[in-house]
């Protein structure tokens, strides 16, 4: 006798099933794309003219100038400083901040509180936190920590805190059964579980870090970006293609160290 195969309980969704809604979607994001595109103040007579401008950068871009390659090591050494100092920090803020935020084990208010944080973090752009803390305690590598450190006190909070409102329960209930206090239920049900998830987010955030402060260097806050603009404001496109050369050489093996070890703690 054959047994009975399992009833399936999915079903598509009514925007799915239904055809003259699923094309009325359809229509309407066609249409707003078409308004959005025709309502954007393109000038096309200047993107014509500077089409000529961009192959003649491009063109002076090659080949590429290390000659100066003392001051290249130099702007990459403070940017991967950067980047480690930011994610330690940042890293070792958003644990607390995660634990506020989750919902299944802070009170409300508290829970409200590391909310408001990690939107708070994760509201602004790098570059703007970037221009604001260099207006607050000036140029230097002070101020692009200070950005990553904000940046990644968003990123992994968040993501952290997902990760503990995501844990096997169980283990918290039988640990506060036997008569655990809250910081013991941390450090014997809630931290064994999401290490893995933890380690990953600080891998992903020293790349994310090692990349973003190229990007705050640009005003004024350190590292490389500090170098590369200043080699496209002086026309040194051929030192400025070398720097970017570099820049994703070395994201290409952080890259390749951060997936084996990711794959060792897996």
């Not at 993107?47 to 100066?68: D, H, K, N, T």
């Not at 390659?69 to 940017?79: H, N």
């Amino acid at each position: 006798m054959s047994t009975p195969r399992p009833r399936r309980t999915w079903r598509k969704p009514p925007a799915i099933a239904n055809p003259v809604l699923r094309y009325s979607v359809f229509v309407l994001v066609f249409a707003y794309l078409y308004w959005a595109i025709a309502s954007l103040p393109f000038n096309w007579d200047r993107i014509v003219q500077g089409l000529p401008r961009a192959v003649r950068i491009f063109g002076s871009a090659f080949p590429p100038e290390f000659a100066r390659s003392q001051l290249m090591i130099s702007g990459f050494t403070e940017s991967i400083q950067m980047a480690i100092i930011a994610t330690l920090v940042g890293v070792a803020i958003s644990i607390p901040v995660a634990i506020m935020a989750a919902r299944t084990i802070s009170p409300r208010p508290v829970y409200l509180l590391g909310r408001g944080i990690i939107i708070l973090a994760r509201s602004f752009h790098p570059v703007i936190v970037a221009i604001i803390f260099v207006k607050a305690v000036g140029f230097g590598a002070l101020a692009g920590i200070l950005t990553l450190v904000l940046y990644s006190l968003g990123f992994v909070g968040k993501l952290l805190a997902e990760a503990i409102e995501e844990v096997d329960y169980g283990q918290i209930e039988a640990i506060r059964a036997s008569g655990a206090g809250f910081l013991k239920i941390l450090v014997y049900a809630v931290f064994p579980q999401i290490l893995p998830r933890q380690v990953g987010l600080s891998i992903y955030q020293l790349d994310s870090n090692l990349r973003a402060s190229a990007v705050v260097g640009v005003v004024g806050a350190g590292g490389i970006g500090g170098t590369l603009m200043n080699a496209f404001r002086r026309f040194d496109y051929d030192f400025a293609f070398a720097i970017l050369i570099v820049l994703i050489g070395i994201i290409l093996v952080s890259e390749g160290i951060s997936g084996r070890i990711r794959r060792g703690i897996a």
